[in-house]
């Protein structure tokens, strides 16, 4: 009573559309209406509707369990160590690039995304620049966004000071700074290498001082789909990095270095270059799979459905989520009191064609 009528007594003046909140709730395409009009006396329950009732009790149930987003970061105790000291040396003025190397899924974003959360609770300003694998982005694209990035969060004043006479050369970069250094000399009469460098020397200026006022970390995201002017102004400015108050965060899928030939150059530059490191990423091992598990129902999970979880998804921490979001969304994980379903066994993997599809689909991801 108290599900379908909450707060509610059910008296003359209310019966029908009491009625109606019962039938709604009732109803499935598949079951005959099981309440019945009866003209001039009332309504008629033609159907046993316990089991209907009992049913959607459970479903609501496992509906209120959610499988949580994101889930809690499990198993990089060692990496986010790693990360740390990098913040705390940054503070201390000796920068550093973080080369954040795994296959899709692995949570290279995941732990950038919370490295910027410790760095902004720490007062870093935090700055992001994204390369986009769709192609069609102007050159130096992510360095670009990350100039817009700095104007949105800096007022006016402070922005306007940490670009100082850098201003003519960023303006190529920023439609604002355009508008206000309109394009000097014709562009022809100057190499374009010439300009290059001075866009680097601008660049680098406009860091060093946003890096005066507080350090700083930059999130850099695949760089793996970066163009190659974004690559070049990247090394160059790695090479000054570790005077800088800054961190830099890079993530990329290793793996493309075999298609990209300037990008994996770049990458074999950069480890000759001081203050930079290579983190690689890899998938988690199963006792990290069924830490995920335990961590989202606060209660051990059973060791065939961990282990059936690290088979699924070797340890992906994507394919993780997307597996355990699907299963609960078929009512598979969880029993009708909460608790860890223990039925996974052979059947469970003959997962029903729509999981496999999703499944398969994200491991091309
Ligand atoms: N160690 C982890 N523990 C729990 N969840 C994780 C972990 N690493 C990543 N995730 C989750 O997996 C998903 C994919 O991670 P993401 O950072 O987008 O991967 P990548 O950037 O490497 O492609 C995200 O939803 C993220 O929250
Ligand atoms: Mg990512």
């Not at 966004?145 to 190529?172: F, H, K, M, N, Q």
Request: aromatic residues 6%; glycine residues 8%; proline residues 7%.
């Amino acid at each position: 009573m108290a599900m379908v009528w909450p707060r509610t007594h059910v008296e003359d003046g209310n019966i029908s559309h009491s009625v109606w909140a019962l039938r709604k709730l009732l109803q499935r395409p598949d079951y005959p209406d099981p309440i019945q009009t009866v003209p001039r006396r009332g309504y008629l329950f033609a159907a046993d509707v316990r089991p209907r009732l009992r049913e959607i009790h459970a479903g609501q149930e496992l509906r209120a369990r959610e499988i949580p987003r994101p889930l809690p970061l499990i198993g990089r105790g060692h990496e986010s160590t790693i990360l740390m000291a990098k913040l705390k040396s940054a503070r201390a003025s000796s920068g550093s690039v973080i080369l954040m190397e795994g296959d899709a899924g692995t949570g290279k974003t995941r732990m950038g995304e919370d490295l910027m959360r410790e760095a902004r609770r720490q007062g870093f300003t935090t700055l992001t620049g994204r390369s986009h694998c769709e192609g069609g982005a102007p050159p130096y694209a992510a360095f670009a966004e990350i100039l817009e990035d700095y104007a949105r969060a800096t007022p006016r004043a402070g922005w306007l000071r940490s670009v100082g006479e850098a201003g003519p050369e960023l303006a190529c970069l920023m439609p604002e700074l355009r508008r206000r250094f309109p394009e000097p000399a014709p562009p022809d009469t100057v190499p374009a290498g010439t300009r290059r460098a001075h866009l680097l020397n601008a660049y680098r200026s406009f860091l060093t001082r946003v890096c005066r006022a507080k350090p700083v970390l930059i999130l850099l995201e695949n760089l793996h789909c970066a163009d190659d002017s974004t690559l070049w102004l990247f090394r160059h400015l790695t090479l000054g990095i570790a005077s800088l108050r800054c961190v830099v965060y890079v993530t990329y899928r290793g793996r493309e270095r075999a298609s990209a030939p300037y990008f994996a150059e770049t990458l074999s530059q950069l480890a000759r270059i001081g203050g930079v490191s290579r983190i690689q990423l890899r998938n988690l091992s199963r006792a990290a799979v069924r830490d995920v598990l335990s961590a989202v129902n606060g209660e051990f999970a059973p060791p065939a459905l961990a282990l059936l979880v690290f088979q699924l998804t070797a340890g992906n921490p994507f394919l993780i989520e997307e597996i355990l979001v699907l299963l609960n969304s078929e009512g598979r994980l969880f029993n009708s009191a909460g608790g860890w379903t223990s039925t996974a066994g052979p059947d469970w993997v003959d997962l029903p064609p729509a999981i496999r599809a999703r499944l398969d689909g994200a491991q091309t991801r």
